[in-house]
């Protein structure tokens, strides 16, 4: 299956190298596209936000981000092949555009962090083209920052703004650059940047990333509770199928 539906939301089959390779081509061609990285938060929100679910359904593709929705595709049993999380996707996109050409702009994060994580970017990725940074803290539609974007005309935007802000934010940018990429990113900026630590490799084969932002950063204990919530709702998805 190209596409497995966990909770009402459609994510797409496919390994990285997959990904990747459809995302080439597309680039290649000048094709825009919409990417979404969902985990099991986004899933329960847009579950709750019909609007939001809409503008998912606009997305050419939606990630397995979180390793709960990867369980959760288990559970209902039509399981995906891998987790594809946004993060190391970004970094295979960036490669690219070093490769290839392309031009990239990061808008996100708090005043400073893209600045921050598109030095990081060109240090690490030799040739890279960062045409453009802006934080995150602007009213969406604003024309100035539509302006800024429209004139840097990069082929690769990444939006670092957390759901749902950053895809009503591609959403109504798309038409602006209908041949770009955009890819939102929520907090990837503060760890390409070195702010954030990401989790040891450790703990990422282990699929307990979560766990180690909950360690660094005691205050997501809150937004925790979603899980059980999702969990119960994949079973009760279950026992209907």
Do not use: C
Request: glycine content about 10%.
């Amino acid at each position: 299956m190209s596409r497995v539906e966990v909770l009402g939301m459609g994510f797409d089959n496919f390994t990285m190298g997959e990904f990747m390779g459809r995302l080439k081509k597309r680039l290649a061609n000048e094709q825009g596209t919409f990417i979404v990285t969902a985990n099991p938060e986004i899933v329960m929100y847009a579950r709750e936000h019909p609007d939001y679910q809409q503008l998912v359904d606009e997305a050419d593709f939606v990630t397995a981000d979180g390793i709960g929705v990867v369980k959760g595709a288990q559970m209902l049993g039509t399981p995906l092949k891998e987790r594809v999380t946004g993060y190391d996707l970004m970094e295979n996109l960036l490669q690219l555009a070093a490769d290839d050409g392309y031009r990239v702009f990061f808008i996100g994060a708090k005043p400073g962090i893209a600045e921050k994580a598109a030095a990081k970017a060109q240090a690490r990725f030799t040739g890279l083209q960062i045409v453009g940074t802006h934080d995150g803290y602007f009213p969406l539609g604003d024309a100035g920052v539509t302006r800024a974007l429209v004139a840097a005309k990069p082929d690769i935007v990444f939006a670092a703004m957390g759901y749902p802000r950053q895809e009503q934010f591609i959403s109504g940018m798309r038409r602006h650059l209908p041949d770009a990429l955009f890819m939102g990113v929520g907090g990837s900026f503060d760890v390409l940047s070195g702010t954030v630590k990401r989790a040891p490799q450790v703990f990422q084969k282990a699929h307990l990333e979560w766990f180690y932002r909950l360690l660094k950063e005691p205050t997501r204990a809150k937004r925790m509770l979603v899980l059980p919530r999702y969990l119960n709702a994949v079973r009760r998805e279950a026992k209907k199928r």
